[in-house]
């Protein structure tokens, strides 16, 4: 203890004989470089935001349960007398306060640098909901821009230059909602590795056009959700995306997604001797977005026609359509096709009512999934049907791949005061459930209806009612 009264001592002293020589500026604002740099540079924001949900039936939900995707089907007990997922839950957590800094008045000529990073305190939680929540990173990129470029006649064109980690291009917009989702999984939700470039050409079009990569939000396939699919792929996913403006409020956005993994890249050949194989699956997802504002009112609507899509949250996945037994043991693959669509408004300021409502549909695949077993149902009545493993069919882990379609209704209140916020909300989402044609050649080893690879027997509907209130202080 003596030693660090010591050291402190030593500190303070040598400041004070310091600033008396005039090596330490003064200290007001104006001669202060490092109070100039931040307040010219450096724009702190964030929040301390608490959730406080209440369910009427067991769903799937991540980040402490607080981000929802969909209520989980029946699961009826032994004697058929009671449904074990039909059960309420609580809880109340503060795990998504949020830190961030936004970076920017750099500028050299016609060039501007800036930057982001930001963070919330979802890390360290098991699916248990046990542990203590840590720092992790949600945004972290740079941005690098040019104005004032000719275009022509009177018009002006801008370039942006974005790296790092931010919002996936399909995801950025979102409906009014106060809850963690966002919207999803009717609303893609991804952060993501990417190079994005926005070239806005006059005051009414941009093009846009982005290569990106997968960490936290990853695709399905036979190891499970992983990045090493994109990683043996050697081929980023790209976008391309049109947005047209007008002065009067209105903006219409359309984009493509593509991506290209190789779900193995190792496999067995008619020999059994491993080799390396030339697996690859391509899908193409496509989006339109509207919106328009006019004073306090605001309307927004998406839809997105997806192949795959499972790496966006988009509740869908894709399958083996074919496996090669001879020399090189590839396998070709077909992707399960889904439609997602939500439109939404608000109105207020500081009384804000919102509504946003959303439907998603299973479409399943447009190639029948690999007839594996067809010879063991020679004598079932199969109606004509092919048979596929269970374990050919890769869907998104957030979800159920009997999945048929699914809807979603969540009006809101909220009441703003300043930088404060009060907020209910009342989600109401029914997901229908199906079941395969199933034969079991072996007990516990099933085999799918691989028609379409879509569910469509016995088709049920189950809903959950979240109640939650949001309690937030900007700053």
Not at 189 to 203: K, N, W, Y
Request: glycine residues 10%.
């Amino acid at each position: 203890m003596k030693r660090i009264i010591a050291v402190l001592l030593l500190t303070a002293s040598v400041s004070c004989m310091a600033v008396r020589a005039g090596e330490i500026p003064e200290t007001r604002e104006g001669n202060n470089p490092v109070s100039g740099e931040l307040k010219n540079h450096f724009k702190f924001y964030g929040f301390v935001r608490n959730f406080f949900a209440f369910d009427t039936r067991e769903s799937v939900a991540g980040t402490g349960d607080l981000f929802y995707y969909l209520p989980k089907d029946v699961d009826m007990n032994e004697d058929g007398s009671q449904d074990l997922n039909s059960q309420t839950s609580f809880r109340f957590l503060a795990l998504t306060t949020r830190l961030g800094v936004d970076i920017g008045g750099y500028r050299i000529g016609h060039t501007s640098f800036g930057g982001k990073v930001e963070t919330d305190f979802y890390a360290g939680l098991t699916d248990k909901i046990n542990g203590t929540a840590q720092l992790r990173l949600r945004q972290a990129y740079l941005t690098i821009g040019w104005d004032d470029l000719p275009m022509g006649r009177e018009n002006r064109a801008a370039v942006a230059l974005k790296m790092g980690q931010a919002w996936h291009p399909m995801a950025a917009d979102q409906p009014h909602v106060t809850s963690l989702e966002t919207g999803a999984p009717f609303n893609p939700f991804s952060r993501t590795p990417q190079v994005l470039m926005d070239a806005s050409l006059g005051s009414h079009f941009m093009i846009s056009a982005a290569a990106l990569w997968q960490m936290q939000y990853q695709s399905a396939g036979p190891d499970g959700a992983s990045a090493k699919y994109i990683k043996y792929s050697c081929t980023p996913e790209a976008y391309i995306g049109l947005t047209y403006k007008t002065a009067g409020g209105f903006l219409a956005r359309a984009g493509v997604d593509i991506l290209s993994i190789k779900p193995r890249r190792t496999g067995l050949n008619s020999q059994g001797v491993t080799v390396k194989v030339s697996d690859r699956i391509t899908t193409m997802s496509y989006y339109l977005f509207l919106q328009y504002r006019k004073g306090k009112f605001e309307a927004k609507a998406k839809s997105v026609l997806s192949e795959g899509g499972e790496h966006m949250n988009i509740m869908s996945g894709y399958g083996v359509s074919y496996r090669d037994n001879g020399v090189d043991g590839h396998w070709e693959y077909v992707p399960l096709y889904a439609s997602s669509t939500w439109a939404s408004v608000s109105y207020g300021k500081k009384w804000q009512v919102m509504l946003m409502g959303g439907y998603i549909k299973n479409l399943g695949t447009d190639n029948p999934l690999y007839d594996n077993n067809a010879s063991l149902v020679t004598d079932k009545t199969s109606g004509g049907r092919n048979y596929t493993d269970a374990d050919n069919l890769y869907f998104n882990g957030n979800g159920f791949s009997n999945l048929n379609e699914m809807w979603r209704v969540i009006p809101t209140v909220a009441y703003n005061i300043g930088k404060f916020t009060l907020a209910l909300e009342w989600n109401i989402t029914s997901a229908r459930y199906g079941e395969y044609t199933v034969f079991e050649d072996t007990p516990g080893k099933k085999y799918l209806d691989a028609d379409t690879g879509l569910a469509r027997d016995n088709l049920h509907w189950v809903t959950n009612h979240r109640i939650q209130m949001m309690v937030r202080f900007t700053f």
